[in-house]
């Protein structure tokens, strides 16, 4: 099991906030258990915004400003993320997540009456939705993994992830690695398909160079089963809007449309020239597309 000194061993506000994107925007909220680290603004219609495995609100660093001209956004720091506190270990997991993240919103007062999530930041949302605890009319998915691996990766990431997760000294190793291998970063954030300027690199390896942030990345890895959530997604409510992404070498296009097979309510709109994180690679475009969808116009 990981060791609570490893994923105590996170960023510090004091230290590490004061360049952050959007700090101005930034507040600390205790609920569900939890001390947050959530960005708030705009005014308008409340829009829901949750980044994917191991990213943080940097994440949205271009996106949130834009979105905030028409909304109020609400953007936090998953569990064990960046500036969030971290839960224990088995409660890193989607249904966990999902009630922590209601119970932060029920803090703050906000029902979202729009959700967008990245990657895994959209099965979190769905799973809020089926659980009762958002009502959004709207999920916009980004390149959102919301249906169980399949082939040898079904069969060997969960094991694997298990085995990372329960190893103190790994985060630490990775960690210790991002900060002697600036371009390690680099080649990561290339393998998703997108292409990442130097500042949008450096936050990414900030962050990794958190071993406390790494093993809450690694333990909501292990933990995390989509096998329920494939099996209700015929049962949302709200509408679903799965954007991909031509270019995305991490949740490709395919997976969407698996998602169709089983939802058929479900719309899929293709975006070709991006990658896995084309949020940052150009933020005015998906911010335009967003907005489009919701009818913010």
């Not at 659980?131 to 094991?159: C, E, H, N, Q, Y």
Request: net charge neutral; aromatic share 8%; proline share 8%.
């Amino acid at each position: 099991m990981t060791s609570a000194k490893v994923l105590q061993d996170k960023l510090d506000w004091a230290r590490d906030g004061a360049d952050w994107p959007n700090w101005e925007a930034s507040r600390f909220v205790e609920a569900g258990g939890l001390r947050w680290h959530v960005q708030v603004a705009g005014r308008g219609p409340v829009l829901l915004l949750l980044h994917g495995t191991a990213a943080s609100t940097h994440s949205f660093g271009g996106l949130l400003p834009l979105l905030a001209e028409r909304c109020t956004v609400v953007c936090p720091d998953l569990p064990g993320h960046a500036f969030t506190a971290t839960p224990p270990p088995p409660e890193i997991c989607l249904s966990c997540m999902a009630a922590q993240l209601g119970a932060l919103l029920r803090a703050l007062r906000l029902e979202p009456e729009i959700a967008v999530g990245h990657s895994a930041g959209a099965a979190v949302l769905v799973r809020m939705a089926l659980d009762g605890l958002i009502r959004p009319r709207l999920i916009v998915s980004l390149s959102g993994a919301l249906m169980p691996l399949t082939g040898f990766a079904g069969k060997w990431f969960s094991p694997a992830a298990k085995f990372f997760a329960r190893n103190s000294f790994l985060p630490k190793f990775f960690a210790s690695g991002a900060r002697k291998d600036p371009k390690g970063v680099q080649r990561l954030a290339d393998s998703t398909g997108s292409r990442l300027t130097e500042r949008d690199i450096a936050f990414y390896r900030r962050l990794i160079a958190s071993p406390g942030h790494l093993a809450a990345a690694l333990n909501m890895m292990a933990n995390w089963d989509l096998e329920p959530l494939a099996r209700d997604l015929p049962a949302l409510e709200p509408a679903l809007l799965l954007v991909a992404f031509g270019n995305d070498k991490t949740v490709p296009p395919a997976e969407a449309e698996r998602v169709l097979a089983v939802d058929p309510r479900a719309r899929m709109k293709l975006v070709g020239g991006f990658g896995h994180l084309a949020h940052e690679e150009d933020p005015a475009y998906v911010a335009e597309l967003i907005v489009e969808v919701a009818g913010l116009g």
